[in-house]
């Protein structure tokens, strides 16, 4: 049989169909291929996803972490110890009381509230606070005040209270940054209404959501539809966390919006409510106090209204939670009347919500707001008090374990003698401008205030501007003393006293020496005038420069080197004859050392800021290295002979203008300085309870028109009249008697026109008599001491 040849038309259809097979199967293989890119952009996405997530969720763990457990150290000052005898006026406590956010009413009946007594005092309803040493009771007090000191307390049974304790002002803490302040809080420290109202009002469902509120997210895009911009972020208070904690980007973007949520999942994920809503009381941005942010509610209350946050009633409470949609636009001292009606308007939603009843939102809004007229001083208030601090501190910490540890620090800060410095120096300055015009315009100062009796530094200054927080002056400025030196030069020639005594007559010719390097050394009195031969205590109270460089030269120059390191100098000095007229420069807290020994009778103290340091679970740290043993460097008869030179500086010599505001009752005691051209105006002095040492001169230095007196002791004195200190005389101290001398040295007797009492050591006394009544002289005494001259001066 013949083969069958294929028809055309059967070879027509192969031939079609062998030309669409390659189409078909290049759109499947470009399909293929498409769908495997796809693939794996989506496989990079998920990846590069989990790998964002991943780096979220270290991030949120990481820094919540370090957010909860990194807990700053708390810094108070001094508390506020009454007890009867205590030197106390009204104006003081009550100036006390305010500082601490006392309330004052009509009668006190809660915690935090105070009033005034009839017969004088206060009716004090204290705060419980949990000191280094144990707990001082919430209780209520009643304090007379009688002639400027406190005599008699108490309770409200009528019992006798020995001691009150106020809590201490707290006054800022060490944080790693410089920038924001906090009073950190916890769950249990503020009021359960706080928290109520704050989720009623920011968060509703902040109990029911994982972070996110899709109804709130869909509110919100409808509102932002609806203005055609974007005006609601419809943010939890997850997010809001979120968003202070870790995001920088403060604007309402897209963008932040998408980092916002799920960085919120996470938070939620990893911590309860609790510890979220615990977080979120101490981060909230609440407003601004110059340069410093104010973060969460615990400091905002110190801020606002004085008081600790726990002592909140409903009207403040409704404000500052108000405040957390607006901190500038409801401030309430810069904006009251925003301020007022956006809390109202939290009132209203308790109401509403059931909160409270609407008879009781409605009261609440017809208080005032309640906001003290300016910010209690926290962090950032005592900038120099703080770095001496921090510089004491730091003998027993590194700055991790201060910024981290949730230490507390009790200090000696007293913030009305800080007050009372500050207000000296700004308010002299101001005044020594308007009188000496541009001479005086770039005069800085310094001043350092202590208690004589414990070495506690109760003030430090470093400046006319208190609160800059840069150069401190009081302790990094080193300026020469000029004739602050004389007191050590004096003491030195009194602690030989077969040689020299109050009494003993002094040269103050014109000087000459030669100096080491061949020089010639020619000091001359600040009044170009010699004044012959007198007595030691009046060459000291007039400041005489020959006198005391003759004097200086005759004791011994290594001699009066090692009493000024007896008194407390740490710093090595060049024994030259300049040195007996201050040439060396030191620190106002380095001067402060010095005459705290003087000022507490020769006990040498170091000044301390610290008196306690608790950790985080009240435990005390470091008590002993903090109450070091005063140590008698110097013999109190030598010291009280001393303080007679220096209290006849302010009776009748260089500082008798202290005596303009202090009266005779009050002892006081002190030296000015003046130095070469007048660059460093100097004064120290103190009374029973304050040394202070003030500083004023020029950074450069330049010479100024101020001298010790027109100066810095013009600080001195308008401090003092903020201080008022009490009537007080020391008593003589235990191996000194006293005797009656004239103008020439010699004894005499008390009715004499030039008589005065001065103290000796016994047997130390002149031994030339005079008779005022009599002329010429009696022989000298053969012995006897006081006693005996007595006998033959008035016949036996």
């Known amino acids: 049989m013949a083969k069958k040849t294929p028809s055309r038309r059967s070879g027509s259809t192969r031939s079609n169909s062998s030309r669409r097979s390659p189409r078909k199967s290049t759109s499947r293989r470009r399909s293929r291929s498409w769908l495997g890119i796809l693939g794996k952009i989506m496989l990079v996405g998920v990846v590069c ?39 106390m006026t009204e104006k003081r406590l009550a100036a006390e009381l305010s500082s601490l956010g006392y309330r004052l009413v009509d009668s006190a009946k809660t915690v935090g509230q105070a009033s005034h007594l009839s017969g004088g005092g206060f009716s004090i309803y204290g705060r419980s606070f949990e000191f280094a040493d144990g707990k001082e009771p919430s209780r209520l007090v009643k304090v007379s005040l009688n002639g400027g000191r406190v005599n008699g307390m108490k309770d409200a049974a009528g019992r006798d209270v020995p001691l009150m304790r106020l809590e201490p002002q707290y006054i800022g803490g060490f944080y790693p940054s410089q920038k924001e302040d ?40 409808l509102a932002n539809i609806r203005a055609g911009r974007f005006v609601q972020g419809g943010s939890t208070l997850t997010q809001q966390l979120v968003k202070n904690f870790y995001l920088d980007d403060n604007s309402r973007s897209l963008w932040r919006k998408l980092r916002e949520a799920p960085m919120a999942l996470l938070l939620e994920m990893h911590y309860s409510k609790q510890e979220i809503l615990q977080a979120y009381l101490n981060e909230v941005y609440l407003g601004q106090d110059g340069a410093h942010s104010i973060h969460g509610f615990g400091e905002a209350s110190r801020f606002y209204f004085g008081q600790p946050v726990n002592e909140l009633n409903p009207s403040q409470i409704a404000l500052l939670v108000g405040m957390v949609k607006g901190p500038s636009l409801y401030n309430p001292r810069r904006n ?35 906001v003290t007229d300016r910010p209690l001083r926290s962090r950032g208030g005592y900038p120099a008090f703080m770095q001496l601090v921090r510089e004491q501190l730091q003998e027993y910490y590194d700055p991790e374990t201060l910024t981290t540890a949730g230490l507390k620090v009790f200090t000696t800060l007293d913030p009305y003698v800080q007050h009372a410095a500050e207000q000296g120096l700004v308010d002299t300055t101001e005044k020594l401008a308007k009188r000496y015009g541009k001479k005086v315009e770039d005069v800085e100062g310094a001043v350092m205030v202590t208690s004589p009796n414990t070495g506690e530094v109760l003030a430090v200054v470093g400046g006319k501007d208190p609160r800059f927080n840069g150069f401190n002056r009081a302790l990094e400025a080193r300026r020469q003393i000029g004739s602050l030196v004389k007191p050590a030069v004096y003491l030195t020639a009194l602690e030989d006293p077969k040689r020299y005594t109050l009494a003993t007559l002094i040269d103050d010719s014109p000087v000459n020496i030669k100096a080491g390097d061949g020089t010639r050394w020619k000091p001359q009195n600040y009044s170009h005038e010699s004044h012959g031969t007198l007595p030691l205590w009046q060459a000291l109270a007039k400041s005489l420069n020959q006198a005391t460089a003759r004097l200086g030269m005759d004791v011994g120059l290594d001699k009066i080197t090692h009493t000024l390191h007896e008194l407390g100098l740490k710093r090595d000095i060049d024994t030259v004859p300049s040195m007996l007229l201050g040439s060396m420069a030191l620190s106002p807290f380095e001067v402060t050392q010095m005459y705290q020994t003087i000022a507490s009778q020769g006990f040498y103290m170091p000044l301390r800021a610290v008196t306690a340091v608790i950790d985080e679970k009240g435990l005390p740290l470091q008590a002993d290295s903090l109450h070091l043993q005063p140590k008698q460097a110097i013999d109190p008869r030598y010291i009280g002979l001393l303080t007679y030179g220096m209290e006849q500086v302010v009776n009748e010599g260089t500082s008798r203008q202290i005596r303009t505001v202090l009266p005779p009752s009050v002892f006081a005691a002190g030296k000015t300085g003046t130095t070469n051209d007048q660059k460093d105006s100097w004064f120290a002095g103190f009374t029973e309870n304050y040394l202070g040492v003030v500083w004023l001169g020029k950074d450069d230095p330049q010479p100024t028109p101020l001298t010790g007196a027109t100066g810095a002791l013009q600080v001195w004195i308008d401090m003092m009249k903020t201080l008022q200190p009490a009537a007080w005389q020391p008593p003589l101290a235990g191996g000194l008697e006293t005797a009656w001398v004239n103008g020439q040295g010699a004894r005499t007797a008390q009715n004499c026109p030039d008589a005065r009492q001065i103290p000796f050591l016994p047997g130390s006394e002149p031994a030339t008599i005079q008779d005022c009544n009599a002329a010429g002289e009696t022989a000298p005494s053969q012995g006897g001491g006081f006693k005996g001259w007595l006998e033959r001066l008035f016949g036996g």
């Open 182 to 221: 906090r009073e950190l809080v916890t769950l249990q420290d503020v009021p359960p209404l706080l928290i109520k109202t704050l989720v009623e009002v920011e968060d509703r469902n902040f109990y029911h959501h994982f972070g996110i509120s899709p109804r709130g997210i869909a509110r919100a895009m």
């Open 336 to 370: 009251p009347d925003n301020a007022k009606s956006r809390r109202d308007v939290v009132l209203q939603v308790l109401a509403d919500r059931g909160v409270m009843p609407q008879s009781y939102a409605d009261g609440w809004e017809k208080q005032p707001l309640g």
């Open 49 to 87: 996803m989990i790998g964002v997530m991943a780096y979220l969720d270290a991030q949120i763990v990481k820094k919540f972490e370090g957010k909860r457990w990194a807990i700053p150290a708390k810094v108070y000052a001094r508390p506020m110890e009454l007890y009867s005898g205590l030197a």
